[in-house]
């Protein structure tokens, strides 16, 4: 069907994978595999083919560039010139990816995937948020997958100082998973970031699609941080694609014993190397960030006298606060509620706060 990208109708024929296009590529210009495609019975099978010969394959990618028009969605294919430079090299890069809003680098094009457990502490969320605020502060894209736990605190730690974020689904564009981060993702397109997924529209998020859907995840970053995996986490996966893909792989260590961190402290048993902020992650890459890039508070000198007991990677009790300040409850809830209404604060279950 004329107009059609040769890249889809293929991606939309029966029977059809990425691995299957980049071989018939290798062959002929792809227009041609589609005119002939009963040319190549050792690569197409029988369905594919009759898929094809039909038209059946050229209608079903129009419906996609239809629907994708009226989303606001870009279908871009492999070998389009902004397709992401470090994602063409992995081992089976996607024939086309699902995009929406902007890949365009803004500032340069250094970027960081940050991943971890999906049932994370409230530090481990704390740690991410501001890891992937002061790594988006320097001009690092923080790329994760809109998960639930880390993925969602790194996004959201990007987004906290105007930087950019993209995030990998597993599932269609309109079809996104988990449904309670539909706001983020919106947030993530309005910062000049981006939502993106191989699978085409209509796509459920099948638990199979997420192993497949790391491996874009770690080969989109020069790095992946591991923050909080245990011993079954997909953030191993993750990782262990990265460090086939000649990535290299940062975790932060967890408290020995700590289920929900037995994962990370074996990458780095097995070498990744320990990371615990911004400014490890940053040294590893072989830059150093600006004394604003800091959200730690080391060199931030800080009036209020609560604030100076806390910190923005560490979640702090009441009890904790107490102790720190020698304040009574009483004034430190009162105090915690004004600041709460300036924005120097947030509050996490527990209840537990963060120096923002």
């Known amino acids: 069907m004329p107009g059609t990208d040769p890249f889809l109708t293929l991606a939309c024929a029966s029977g059809v994978n990425a691995r299957t296009i980049r071989a018939l590529r290798v062959r002929m210009p792809l227009e041609d595999v589609l005119a002939h495609p009963g040319e190549h019975t050792d690569v197409l099978s029988p369905v594919s083919i009759a898929s094809l010969r039909s038209g059946d394959a050229a209608r079903l990618a129009e419906t996609e560039q239809a629907r994708a028009r009226t989303l606001g969605v870009r ?3 492999f070998d389009a010139s902004d397709y992401p430079p470090l994602v063409r090299e992995i081992y089976d890069p996607p024939a086309v990816l699902y995009i929406r809003g902007s890949l ?7 970027y960081v995937s940050i991943v971890g457990s999906r049932r994370a502490t409230s530090r481990g969320l704390a740690l991410a948020r501001c890891m992937a605020g002061d790594l988006a502060r320097e001009g690092l894209t923080v790329v ?3 998960a639930r736990g880390i993925d969602s605190a790194a996004h959201r730690g990007a987004l906290d100082v105007h930087g950019r974020t993209i995030a990998i689904l597993g599932s269609g564009l309109d079809r996104l998973y988990p449904p309670e981060n539909k706001d983020l993702s919106r947030a993530i ?4 970031g ?5 699978y085409a529209f209509g796509v459920p998020p099948y638990p199979a699609n997420f192993p497949r859907r790391n491996r874009i995840i770690a080969g989109w970053s020069r790095a992946v941080v591991v923050i909080e995996a245990g011993t079954r986490s997909g953030a191993l996966v993750t990782a ?3 460090l086939e893909e000649g ?3 940062y975790a932060v260590p967890g408290w020995p014993g700590d289920g929900g961190s037995e994962g990370a402290n074996q990458l780095i048993r097995d070498g990744a190397a320990l990371v615990r902020d911004a400014a490890d992650v940053a040294a590893e890459l072989g830059l150093k960030l600006t004394k604003d890039g800091l959200s730690m508070g080391r060199s931030e000198v800080i009036q209020d006298e609560l604030l100076q007991a806390m910190r923005p990677d560490q979640p702090s009790s009441i009890e904790d606060l107490q102790k720190r300040s020698g304040w009574p409850a009483s004034a430190i809830l009162r105090r915690l509620t004004e600041l709460e209404i300036g924005d120097r604060v947030r509050r996490l279950p527990g209840p537990l706060f963060l120096r923002s």
Do not use: M
């Open 247 to 249: 990535r290299d792989v």
């Open 189 to 192: 397109i309005d910062a000049g």
């Open 194 to 198: 981006a939502v993106v997924t191989e």
């Open 240 to 242: 262990r694609l990265a």
């Open 75 to 77: 279908i871009l294919s």
């Open 104 to 110: 365009s680098e803004s500032r340069n094009d250094d």
């Open 144 to 146: 994760s997958g809109l």
